[in-house]
C-alpha cells in the first residue's frame, strides 16, 4: 500500500514537472507576445505580463531547486531558495492585484484604477522582500530535509509562506465571489438574439475560468489538502493542486493568446516576410474586430475590456 501511495505521488511528481515546464514556456510566449503588439495591450493585460514574470523566475527557480548540485552548494542554494520564496510571494501579490482591479472594473466601475498601478508594484516587489529579510535575517534557507533548495523549518515556511499565502488566496476568493455576482447580473440583462442562450453561458463560463486561474484561486486546492487532512479528502485535493497549479501559465496563454486578434496580430507580423501569411491576418483581424466582447455595449463591453 505504501509503494503503491509512493508510485502515486512519483507520476504526480513527473505531471507537475511537465506543467511546469509549459507554465514556462506559456507565460513567456504572453510577455513576448504582449511586449511586441502594443496595441492590443490594456492595462488588464499589463498587469498579467507582471504576473506572468513571476511564473517563469519563479516556477524556473522551483525546478532548479532541486538538483543535487545545487543542493550541494550553500552560496548557489541559498540564493535559489531566495528566488523562489520571492517570486512565489510576488506571483500571490500580483494575483491579488489582478483580482483587485477586477473587482474596481466590473464591480465599481472605477475609471481611475489604473492611477492604482503605481502602488501594485510597491506592494507586489516590496512585500516579499520584508518577508525574504526576515527569513534570511534567521539563517532559514538553504538544504530541506526534502533535499531541495527553499526555506528549512517548517516554522518558518507557515509564517513566512504558508499565513500570507492563505490570506491572499481567501481575499482572492472574496474578489471573486463579487466579480462573478456582478459579471453574472451584467450578462443576464444584456440583449440576446434567438439561440444566443448556450452561446451567452460559453462565454460567461470561459470569462469565469479565465479570471480563476488569473488570480491563482487553484492554490486553494493546496491549502485544503493542508487544512482538511483525511484520507480521501486529501487525495483529492492533492490531485487538484499537482494538476491545476502548475498548469497557471498554460492556461493563461490558452485564455489571452489563443484568439483571432492575437493570431492575427502574428500573422501581420510574418506576412512582411511571407505575404500569405498577410492574408491571414486580415481574414481573423475582420473576424474578431465583428464579434466577441466589443460586440457588446455598456457594462458588458466592460466586463470584455477587464478580460482582454
Not at 479528502?233 to 489563443?258: E, K
Not at 475582420?286 to 464579434?291: H, M, N, R
Amino acid at each position: 500500500m505504501v509503494a503503491a501511495n509512493e508510485t502515486v505521488v512519483s507520476i504526480f511528481e513527473y505531471i507537475t514537472l511537465v506543467l511546469m515546464i509549459l507554465s514556462i514556456i506559456g507565460a513567456f510566449c504572453v510577455i513576448v507576445t504582449f511586449a511586441i503588439f502594443s496595441k492590443i495591450r490594456t492595462y488588464p493585460i499589463k498587469l498579467i505580463m507582471y504576473l506572468c514574470v513571476c511564473i517563469v523566475i519563479g516556477f524556473t527557480s522551483f525546478l532548479v531547486a532541486f538538483e543535487p548540485w545545487l543542493v550541494q552548494n550553500d552560496g548557489p542554494c541559498i540564493v535559489i531558495a531566495i528566488f523562489v520564496h520571492y517570486y512565489f510571494l510576488a506571483n500571490f501579490l500580483w494575483t491579488f492585484c489582478i483580482a483587485f482591479n477586477f473587482y474596481q472594473m466590473i464591480v465599481r466601475r472605477n475609471r481611475e484604477h489604473q492611477l492604482l498601478e503605481k502602488w501594485y508594484h510597491l506592494a507586489c516587489w516590496g512585500i516579499p522582500c520584508i518577508f525574504v529579510i526576515f527569513t534570511g535575517a534567521f539563517k532559514q534557507y538553504g538544504e530541506t530535509n526534502g533535499g531541495a533548495c527553499y526555506i528549512k523549518t517548517a516554522l518558518a515556511r507557515f509564517i513566512c509562506f504558508f499565513i500570507p499565502g492563505l490570506i491572499i488566496i481567501s481575499s482572492n476568493a472574496i474578489l471573486f465571489f463579487f466579480i462573478g455576482r456582478e459579471i453574472h447580473e451584467t450578462l443576464s440583462t444584456a440583449p440576446k438574439a434567438d439561440g444566443e442562450s448556450l452561446s451567452q453561458k460559453k462565454k460567461e463560463f470561459r470569462v469565469y475560468l479565465s479570471i480563476f486561474v488569473s488570480i491563482g484561486l487553484s492554490w486553494i486546492f493546496g491549502y485544503l489538502m493542508f487544512l482538511l487532512p483525511f484520507p480521501i479528502v486529501s487525495d483529492i485535493f492533492f490531485i487538484l493542486f499537482s494538476i491545476f497549479t502548475p498548469m497557471q501559465g498554460i492556461l493563461i496563454f490558452v485564455f489571452y493568446l489563443v484568439n483571432p486578434k492575437v493570431a492575427g496580430m502574428w500573422a501581420g507580423l510574418f506576412g512582411k516576410v511571407f505575404p500569405p501569411c498577410q492574408k491571414l491576418a486580415d481574414r481573423w483581424t475582420d473576424g474578431s474586430s465583428t464579434g466577441g466582447s466589443g460586440s457588446r455595449s455598456g457594462s458588458s463591453s466592460q466586463i470584455g475590456r477587464a478580460h482582454v
